[in-house]
């Protein structure tokens, strides 16, 4: 019984990690576009085939 009182705080601990990566996740973009990667890898290195919203920019990495 005495163990319950160390695995509910860490438990706490692990769940209130995992909401924060899941929030700072979608804040920063990235479930923002999730189609345009997995079309973009059937493009080998045509550039003009790929659609505009799809391209990556030079710029961003």
């Known amino acids: 019984m005495d163990i319950i009182y160390l695995l509910i705080p860490i438990a ?3 769940v209130s ?3 924060w990566a899941f929030f700072w996740s979608v804040n920063s973009g990235q479930f923002d576009d999730l189609e345009s990667p997995a079309h973009s890898i059937l493009y080998d290195d045509d550039e003009q085939l790929i659609p ?3 391209r990556k920019k030079k710029d961003e990495h």
């Open 12 to 14: 706490i601990i692990l």
């Open 17 to 19: 990690f995992a909401t």
């Open 52 to 54: 505009e919203e799809a």
